[in-house]
């Protein structure tokens, strides 16, 4: 409900373009379209771990940005006009929540990538076991992990982050939270392209790998239909 509750007092303040809170744009939904073995992963496990790593990211930035919220709250007790104190008050206390919803939408999807990363490494190992020339595809796991272990910390660092909106009168409120907002969508933006290059080179594996098993070789559109959950 606290989407909802957000566009209604951002367009109480003026402000046109609600902060989307739906599926991030650009990460794809769909699996990649490539025959794997079945394999035991531990991608259950990893997702814990991860989890609570952002939990952990996200408490210390409470901690860090204890003052600003403080500061935040004492300003918003000099505004004259009360309908506007609640609605400013209101989005304040929501920022950080979309920026959760958006982190964690974000690992849900690059984990599914990393499981799919394992399968291929599994299965490049059993083409070099029958004799095959499996370097190129090497090469392209080898790619994939180094852009997933960059997407990974920068979800991290942006769940550590925390967005508290900086009053600097009732007057110009309006373009405060103007400010604040554009801050989260161009930093959760940033992330979403990291995590679709990630997508991008596993699907590059995947090519490489249906190459040397003489499949045939899925355009890359067709592949990864893309679209992520941190919005545009």
Same mark, same amino acid.
């Given at each position: 409900m606290?989407?909802?509750?957000?566009?209604?007092?951002m367009?109480?303040?003026?402000?046109?373009?609600?902060?989307?809170?739906?599926?991030?744009?650009?990460?794809?939904?769909?699996?990649?379209?490539?025959?794997?073995?079945?394999?035991t992963?531990?991608?259950?496990?990893?997702?814990?771990?991860?989890?609570?790593e952002?939990?952990?990211?996200?408490q210390?930035?409470?901690e860090?940005?204890?003052?600003e919220?403080?500061?935040?709250?004492?300003?918003? *007790?000099?505004f004259?006009?009360?309908?506007?104190k609640?609605r400013?008050?209101?989005?304040?206390?929501?920022?950080?929540d979309?920026?959760k919803?958006?982190?964690?939408?974000?690992?849900?999807?690059?984990?599914?990538?990393i499981e799919v990363? #394992?399968k291929?490494?599994?299965?490049?190992?059993?083409?070099?076991?029958?004799?095959?020339d499996?370097?190129?595809?090497?090469t392209?796991?080898?790619?994939a992990?180094t852009?997933?272990?960059v997407?990974?910390?920068?979800?991290e660092?942006?769940?550590?982050?925390?967005?508290?909106?900086?009053v600097?009168?009732?007057a110009n409120?309006?373009?405060?939270?103007?400010?604040?907002?554009?801050?989260? *969508?161009?930093? #959760?933006s940033?992330?979403?392209?990291?995590?679709?290059?990630a997508?991008k080179r596993?699907s590059?594996a995947?090519?490489?790998l249906a190459?040397?098993?003489?499949e045939?070789?899925?355009n890359r559109?067709?592949?990864t239909g893309?679209t992520?959950?941190?919005?545009?």
């Amino acid at each position: 409900m606290w989407q909802q509750v957000i566009a209604i007092v951002m367009l109480g303040l003026g402000i046109a373009k609600p902060v989307q809170q739906g599926r991030v744009a650009g990460l794809a939904d769909t699996k990649p379209s490539f025959t794997t073995q079945s394999t035991t992963s531990n991608t259950a496990s990893g997702a814990g771990f991860v989890s609570r790593e952002l939990e952990n990211r996200r408490q210390k930035a409470k901690e860090s940005f204890k003052t600003e919220r403080e500061n935040f709250k004492k300003k918003l *007790e000099t505004f004259k006009d009360q309908k506007k104190k609640e609605r400013v008050e209101t989005l304040g206390t929501k920022l950080d929540d979309v920026n959760k919803k958006r982190t964690d939408q974000m690992m849900i999807f690059l984990n599914k990538v990393i499981e799919v990363l #394992a399968k291929i490494k599994i299965q490049t190992a059993a083409e070099k076991a029958k004799g095959k020339d499996v370097s190129k595809v090497t090469t392209a796991i080898d790619a994939a992990q180094t852009a997933i272990d960059v997407a990974k910390a920068a979800i991290e660092a942006q769940a550590g982050k925390s967005y508290v909106i900086s009053v600097s009168s009732e007057a110009n409120v309006r373009g405060d939270v103007g400010t604040t907002m554009k801050s989260l *969508e161009r930093d #959760a933006s940033s992330v979403r392209d990291l995590v679709n290059a990630a997508k991008k080179r596993v699907s590059d594996a995947i090519r490489e790998l249906a190459k040397i098993r003489g499949e045939a070789v899925i355009n890359r559109g067709e592949q990864t239909g893309a679209t992520s959950s941190g919005g545009r």
